[in-house]
């Protein structure tokens, strides 16, 4: 084992490489548990992507965000490397 511990006990934004969001940007369901911190989707299945700080009327709070089990759509374009994303280029309206 290293010294950040095992894969299993490190939150999935650090071993996956995912940038956490903006807490800011979130809704209150994201920041809640129950909507996807990622895609917004309803959670059915989760997983802990990791903890923020979120300041709410001059309180600073750690706010746990839960993601997709298997992780969304969004999750694996994020927290894949460059490489390995898909090419959305050219995709959708003009």
């Known amino acids: 084992m290293t010294d950040g511990g095992s ?5 999935l934004a650090a071993v996956r490489g ?3 969001p903006d807490p800011d940007t979130l809704t209150g369901p994201q920041l809640e ?5 990622l895609c917004g989707r309803r959670l059915y299945a989760d997983q ?3 903890t923020v ?8 709070q ?3 965000l839960w993601v997709c089990r298997p992780l969304c759509e969004v999750g694996l374009r994020v927290g894949a490397p460059a490489r390995l994303r898909p ?3 050219g995709s959708g309206s003009p």
């Open 18 to 20: 995912i940038e956490m």
């Open 53 to 60: 700080e979120w300041t709410c009327g001059g309180r600073t």
């Open 62 to 64: 750690g706010v746990e």
């Open 48 to 50: 802990l992507l990791g």
């Open 33 to 37: 548990g129950w909507h996807c911190a």
């Open 87 to 89: 090419d959305t280029r």
């Open 7 to 11: 894969a299993a006990q490190q939150p």
